[in-house]
């Protein structure tokens, strides 16, 4: 069965400009997370979807970053404009559930550089 | 907010060394997992302890939830180098999971 898959998985744009990753979960599961994650740090939670419905985007910069998770499946984040600040790794992650004892499974990740 | 540190951050040891990577948090969590990640890609699930006191062990690894369920640690015997990564806690709390602060390990054969 194909993991979580995210897309592209490298990306180099300048300060500004927009950019979108993509990400495709585990069929079936309902639950699907953002992650921010600095070099050698933990991630950080931006969004957090329950089917299509976003119940957790209290840590995601509404004022540049925008998600939406269609019919429940994949989702995009979008950057709009990025900042330099911004480089980092986004990692995608899907469970089956939320709760504690559930496994989430991520992604490899996109690695955005901002120059 | 709800905080997990962990310590240390940063680990080299020799191959057949013993260490212990320490999750510390003012917070009750009502259960703990362990995530290891590897350069490049995502992390993957190494155990959850949900009940104070509790002790898994996975191999030469072994899992402790503290008593009153706000720190854990992770023993790890006769490291390798295969077990070089990022080692990163994740505590479940009011629907919510955080994840902590990651400790780097390198294992040099």
């Known amino acids: 069965e194909a993991g979580v898959v995210q897309s592209p998985r490298y990306k180099i744009i300048e300060k500004k400009q927009p950019v979108a990753f993509w990400c495709n979960p585990i069929s079936g599961h309902n639950t699907l997370y953002w992650y921010l994650q600095n070099l050698g740090q933990g991630p950080e939670l931006l969004i957090r979807y329950e089917n299509e419905e976003a119940v957790d985007d209290s840590q995601l910069p509404k004022d540049r970053f925008s998600a939406e998770r269609l019919k429940g499946v994949d989702s995009t984040l979008k950057i709009q404009p990025a900042e330099l600040g911004d480089s980092a790794v986004y990692l995608c992650?899907?469970?089956?559930?939320?709760?504690?004892?559930?496994?989430?499974?991520f992604g490899q990740g996109t690695r955005l550089t901002v120059v | 907010t709800q905080l997990l540190e962990q310590s240390p951050q940063f680990l080299s040891i020799q191959e057949g060394e013993n260490l212990t990577v320490y999750c510390n948090s003012s917070s009750v969590f009502s259960s703990l997992q362990w995530y290891r990640q590897e350069p490049g890609e995502g992390p993957v699930l190494l155990v959850t302890?949900?009940?104070?006191?509790e002790v898994k062990k996975l191999k030469r690894l072994t899992f402790q939830f503290g008593d009153a369920r706000k720190d854990s640690s992770l023993h790890i015997t006769a490291a390798q180098p295969g077990d070089t990564g990022l080692y990163l806690c994740?505590?479940?709390?009011?629907?919510?999971?955080?994840f902590g602060t990651g400790t780097k390990l390198q294992v040099i054969p």
């Open positions: 994740a505590g479940w709390g009011y629907q919510k999971v955080t």
């Open positions: 302890v949900v009940t104070g006191g």
């Open positions: 992650a899907s469970s089956l559930r939320t709760g504690s004892n559930t496994e989430a499974f």
